[in-house]
């Protein structure tokens, strides 16, 4: 969730599937020269996290548990945020009891959280807070279970100016009203939604989608085929999140975290080789972790509104299932019965960038290449996205062919080589 609704927020999901596989067996091409790492300084972000506690009945999580999980545990939205951002993002802070403001409940927004920024920012002060000290507030507000229409999380799309008793401040904000924990979340951190809604705060204004066609292309132009869904992106933190895993590449780039020396530009015919995306970027050697192709000719595609933004650009990124790149086995439910269980998940995932209306602003979405038949629930298609050894897909209108042609996992460095032809 987050306060502003914009591209890629309104839309709701739909059933669908997506797209064409084409078996190859050419050899590798020679694969082009590695890129020079450029070496960037970490940035502190400052993070201030307020604990409300509005029950007082002694099972709020304890200020040690909260400091834990955002900044100390292995699994930590510090450490994570070390990974996603290839090191170049440390977030360090306290945790602070703060009395909360009254009242809490009320109508509509004031039944989940407290009614104005200002009032709980003005508590923090009251209690001795030195808030000019942080770039980012994280209110963790312990209420009660059940409340209807009550979000896990919300926040601000980046900073925000509150007037406060010592005057104006300038801090980002999230919201978190669930707990921590780490059973069943594929996220691999203490709290998938509070690594969401700090990519927000961090400056992320969407939400990452999917488009999944089911007419044998891939980001097809026969409408009546496809399927766009809302958070359909289960492979990054902006998406659903029941996969969820590290930024995309696009969003990394944007946010500053990917140099440009770690992006292939491919618009030229040849072999590129990859190196896994969750690994290390290192300080010497090979360091690609995406290959970009802007696309000469944008490809339309069709949003559940009926719109038709276009696909501008494409990234490519070796995903591996490691680290926080980890999920488990997923087995996807059938409608007839019985599971269809995801293989093995070494591959190729796709995400396209669609401009939007105003200057500098985008969303993502994840194209899938691989299908499901009878899912259950449709946007489980996206559970399987990967491009794999021996595979490939044609852009359309662009005379491209994106093929896998080799792959190296079971030694270091782990690479995986992607070749651009004409079909």
Same mark, same amino acid.
Not at 17 to 35: K, R, Y
Not at 156 to 173: A, D, E, H, K, R
Not at 200 to 223: I, K, R, W
Not at 348 to 354: A, L, N, S
């Given at each position: 969730?987050?306060?502003?609704? *914009?591209?890629?927020?309104?839309?709701?999901?739909?059933?669908?599937?997506?797209?064409?596989?084409?078996?190859?067996?050419?050899?590798?091409?020679?694969?082009?020269?590695?890129?020079?790492?450029?070496?960037?300084?970490?940035? =502190?972000?400052? /993070?201030?996290?307020?604990?409300?506690?509005?029950?007082?009945?002694?099972?709020?999580?304890?200020?040690?548990?909260?400091?834990?999980?955002?900044?100390?545990?292995?699994?930590?939205?510090?450490?994570?945020?070390?990974?996603?951002?290839?090191?170049?993002?440390? =977030?360090?802070?306290?945790?602070?009891?703060?009395?909360?403001?009254?009242?809490?409940?009320?109508?509509?927004?004031?039944?989940?959280?407290?009614?104005?920024?200002? +009032?709980?920012?003005? %508590?923090?002060?009251? %209690?001795?807070?030195?808030?000019?000290?942080?770039?980012?507030? !994280?209110?963790?507000?312990?209420?009660?279970?059940?409340?209807? #229409?009550?979000?896990? *999380?919300?926040?601000?799309?980046?900073?925000?100016?509150? #007037?406060?008793?010592?005057?104006?401040?300038?801090?980002?904000?999230?919201?978190?009203?669930?707990?921590? &924990?780490? %059973?069943?979340?594929?996220?691999?951190?203490?709290?998938?939604?509070?690594?969401?809604?700090?990519?927000?705060?961090?400056?992320?204004?969407?939400?990452?989608?999917? &488009?999944? @066609?089911?007419?044998?292309?891939?980001?097809?132009?026969?409408?009546?085929? @496809?399927?766009?869904? %809302?958070?359909?992106?289960?492979?990054?933190?902006?998406?659903?999140?029941?996969? $969820?895993?590290?930024?995309?590449?696009?969003?990394?780039?944007?946010?500053?975290?990917?140099?440009?020396?770690?992006?292939?530009?491919?618009?030229? $015919?040849?072999? &590129?080789?990859? &190196?896994?995306?969750?690994?290390?970027?290192?300080?010497?050697?090979?360091?690609?972790?995406?290959?970009?192709?802007?696309?000469?000719?944008?490809?339309?595609?069709?949003?559940?509104?009926?719109?038709?933004?276009? !696909?501008?650009?494409?990234?490519?990124?070796?995903?591996?299932?490691?680290?926080?790149?980890?999920?488990?086995?997923? #087995?996807?439910?059938?409608?007839?019965?019985?599971?269809?269980?995801?293989?093995?998940?070494?591959? !190729?995932?796709?995400?396209?960038?669609?401009?939007?209306? /105003?200057?500098?602003?985008?969303?993502?979405?994840?194209?899938? !290449?691989?299908?499901?038949?009878?899912? +259950?629930?449709?946007?489980?298609?996206?559970?399987?996205?990967?491009?794999?050894? *021996?595979?490939?897909?044609?852009?359309?209108?662009?005379?491209?062919?994106?093929?896998?042609?080799?792959?190296?996992?079971?030694?270091?460095?782990?690479?995986?080589?992607?070749?651009?032809?004409?079909?």
């Amino acid at each position: 969730m987050m306060y502003l609704k *914009g591209a890629g927020v309104r839309w709701v999901a739909l059933a669908g599937v997506l797209a064409a596989v084409e078996a190859l067996g050419a050899a590798p091409a020679p694969v082009a020269a590695p890129i020079k790492p450029q070496i960037r300084p970490t940035r =502190i972000y400052r /993070t201030a996290v307020l604990r409300f506690d509005y029950l007082r009945d002694g099972t709020a999580p304890s200020l040690a548990l909260i400091r834990d999980a955002i900044f100390t545990n292995p699994k930590s939205m510090a450490r994570y945020y070390q990974a996603a951002s290839f090191g170049s993002l440390d =977030i360090q802070g306290e945790v602070f009891d703060i009395p909360p403001p009254a009242p809490l409940f009320g109508t509509g927004w004031t039944a989940c959280w407290p009614a104005t920024d200002e +009032a709980p920012l003005n %508590a923090a002060i009251a %209690a001795g807070v030195p808030l000019r000290n942080y770039q980012q507030v !994280v209110y963790v507000v312990h209420r009660p279970a059940g409340i209807p #229409n009550c979000a896990g *999380g919300v926040s601000s799309l980046g900073p925000m100016t509150f #007037n406060l008793s010592i005057g104006p401040i300038t801090l980002s904000v999230a919201r978190l009203g669930v707990p921590f &924990y780490l %059973a069943g979340d594929f996220s691999q951190t203490t709290q998938s939604t509070l690594a969401h809604e700090l990519g927000h705060s961090l400056g992320v204004t969407f939400h990452a989608n999917s &488009y999944m @066609c089911n007419d044998g292309q891939f980001l097809s132009q026969n409408f009546t085929s @496809c399927t766009h869904y %809302a958070y359909g992106d289960l492979f990054q933190v902006m998406g659903l999140r029941t996969q $969820m895993s590290l930024f995309s590449s696009p969003i990394a780039e944007r946010l500053g975290w990917l140099p440009q020396s770690a992006i292939i530009q491919g618009q030229s $015919m040849g072999t &590129y080789r990859l &190196y896994a995306y969750g690994d290390p970027i290192p300080a010497s050697g090979t360091s690609a972790r995406a290959l970009k192709i802007m696309l000469p000719t944008p490809v339309p595609f069709r949003t559940v509104t009926g719109e038709t933004p276009e !696909v501008s650009e494409l990234y490519f990124e070796f995903r591996r299932n490691v680290g926080f790149d980890y999920r488990l086995q997923r #087995n996807i439910a059938l409608a007839g019965g019985g599971n269809f269980t995801v293989p093995d998940t070494d591959g !190729v995932i796709i995400t396209g960038v669609v401009q939007g209306t /105003t200057p500098g602003s985008y969303y993502t979405l994840l194209l899938p !290449v691989q299908t499901i038949p009878n899912v +259950a629930y449709g946007q489980n298609s996206a559970s399987n996205p990967y491009l794999r050894m *021996g595979q490939s897909i044609v852009i359309p209108l662009n005379g491209m062919r994106i093929e896998v042609v080799g792959i190296q996992t079971a030694a270091t460095p782990h690479w995986i080589d992607v070749r651009i032809s004409r079909p």
